[in-house]
């Protein structure tokens, strides 16, 4: 027989709650049990619920209930006997989740070959007119991705030119082939390693900043009013970010390029006591013209790459927070990845040239 006040502020006092829980949760054989609740001064849902559990979700047989009790017990008696529907699996679920990626995919690429129409439109229009060009808009872009990335970009090249002339090294030296180490790092950094750390390091660092800016302005609707005041997106906005980032790209190469050869050359003195005069002398017959020349084509390539998307991305982010941060994410990730496609394409087609 159950007496007093059960009710949540009665119940949630120190202990009484967890007291309660652990009676009812000792008793055998609860269906058998003889049930008197009408000796309860008071009962909310808490209290009626706690009952419930204690019967499996069923009233016991010998139950004894106050008239005012039955309202409550029937209501919660009615929600347990209400079946959720179950959620059906496709067999087609895959192929509708594949051919719904191919159509996203084909849909985003129409409208990535729309914006690079659009870009050829306004250099032609800058070319045509450049005095009435967004001069300023270019400058501030080369400024914030080129000028602001110089030391992050130094950094990592000393570190990555210090950590592969260290490991080449290592295996050279078993070799005899002390010399060849020159060949190795000027190979790896000015043809591959320069172009794809700095776009890499570009892409995390200036896309995002650039999908994040015109985000915002969705949000802000700074986009509708600039269209609103007769202003193009692609002349004011997206070309300004386009030829700075080509302009920027290569220059960064070159700085990148250096600071990671200059970290090869304080490593292979450590390691291999080869002078710096040694290594400067030795590089340019180890590494052919051309593949400078290739390194700079792969870096105005991937800054044009990266500023495309990260304007295609961020037009098209929608006017909530959760879209801008998913638009950002997905803006780094897909730049990164073209950039490494662009750079296996260079490496198929330039494969017998600078060797």
């Given at each position: 027989?159950?007496?007093?006040?059960?009710?949540?502020?009665?119940l949630s006092r120190r202990g009484t709650l967890k007291e309660i829980t652990g009676k009812?949760?000792?008793?055998?054989?609860?269906?058998?049990?003889?049930?008197?609740?009408?000796?309860?001064?008071?009962?909310?849902?808490?209290?009626?619920?706690?009952?419930?559990?204690?019967?499996?979700?069923?009233?016991?047989?010998?139950?004894?209930?106050?008239?005012?009790?039955?309202?409550?017990?029937?209501?919660?008696?009615?929600?347990?006997?209400?079946?959720?529907?179950?959620?059906?699996?496709?067999?087609?679920?895959y192929i509708i989740v594949l051919g719904s990626g191919i159509l996203n995919f084909f849909?985003?690429?129409?409208?990535?070959?729309?914006?690079?129409?659009?870009?050829?439109?306004?250099?032609?229009?800058?070319?045509?007119?450049?005095?009435?060009?967004?001069?300023?808009?270019?400058?501030?872009?080369?400024?914030?991705?080129?000028?602001?990335?110089?030391?992050?970009?130094?950094?990592?090249?000393?570190?990555?030119?210090?950590?592969?002339?260290?490991?080449?090294?290592?295996?050279?030296?078993?070799?005899?082939?002390?010399?060849?180490?020159?060949?190795?790092?000027?190979?790896?950094?000015?043809?591959?390693?320069?172009?794809?750390?700095?776009?890499?390091?570009?892409?995390?660092?200036?896309?995002?900043?650039?999908?994040?800016?015109?985000?915002?302005?969705?949000?802000?609707?700074?986009?509708?009013?600039?269209?609103?005041?007769?202003?193009?997106?692609?002349?004011?906005?997206?070309?300004?970010?386009?030829?700075?980032?080509?302009?920027?790209?290569?220059?960064?190469?070159?700085?990148?390029?250096?600071?990671?050869?200059?970290?090869?050359?304080?490593?292979?003195?450590?390691?291999?006591?080869?002078?710096?005069?040694?290594?400067?002398?030795?590089?340019?017959?180890?590494?052919?013209?051309?593949?400078?020349?290739?390194?700079?084509?792969?870096?105005?390539?991937?800054?044009?790459?990266?500023?495309?998307?990260?304007?295609?991305?961020?037009?098209?982010?929608?006017?909530?927070?959760?879209?801008?941060?998913?638009?950002?994410?997905?803006?780094?990730?897909?730049?990164?990845?073209?950039?490494?496609?662009?750079?296996?394409?260079?490496?198929?087609?330039?494969s017998g040239v600078g060797f």
């Open positions: 027989m159950a007496s007093g006040v059960w009710q949540v502020h009665a009812l949760a000792t008793l055998q054989d609860k269906g058998a049990c003889k049930w008197d609740l009408s000796g309860i001064e008071s009962l909310d849902h808490i209290g009626a619920q706690m009952f419930w559990n204690a019967w499996n979700k069923r009233r016991p047989a010998r139950l004894t209930l106050d008239p005012r009790q039955e309202e409550l017990f029937g209501r919660i008696e009615k929600a347990s006997a209400i079946q959720l529907p179950r959620h059906r699996v496709s067999p087609l679920r849909e985003h690429l129409r409208g990535f070959v729309g914006l690079i129409g659009v870009v050829i439109q306004d250099l032609g229009r800058f070319l045509r007119r450049p005095q009435t060009g967004p001069w300023r808009e270019i400058s501030a872009n080369i400024y914030h991705a080129g000028f602001q990335a110089l030391g992050i970009t130094a950094l990592v090249g000393f570190l990555i030119g210090i950590v592969l002339s260290y490991l080449s090294s290592q295996q050279l030296r078993t070799f005899g082939g002390d010399s060849y180490l020159v060949n190795i790092l000027g190979m790896s950094v000015i043809r591959e390693l320069g172009p794809l750390l700095a776009a890499i390091l570009v892409a995390g660092r200036s896309g995002s900043s650039i999908t994040a800016q015109l985000g915002v302005m969705r949000v802000t609707e700074e986009l509708d009013a600039m269209l609103v005041m007769g202003i193009s997106h692609g002349y004011r906005l997206i070309m300004p970010k386009v030829i700075a980032l080509a302009i920027s790209m290569p220059l960064l190469v070159v700085w990148t390029d250096a600071m990671a050869l200059i970290g090869g050359m304080v490593s292979a003195k450590i390691e291999l006591n080869l002078s710096f005069r040694y290594f400067l002398q030795k590089l340019p017959d180890a590494v052919p013209v051309v593949n400078y020349t290739i390194g700079l084509l792969k870096g105005m390539t991937f800054g044009i790459l990266i500023a495309l998307i990260s304007c295609h991305y961020g037009l098209r982010i929608k006017a909530n927070t959760e879209s801008l941060g998913r638009g950002t994410t997905t803006s780094v990730v897909t730049a990164i990845t073209v950039v490494i496609l662009a750079d296996a394409v260079y490496a198929i087609i330039f």
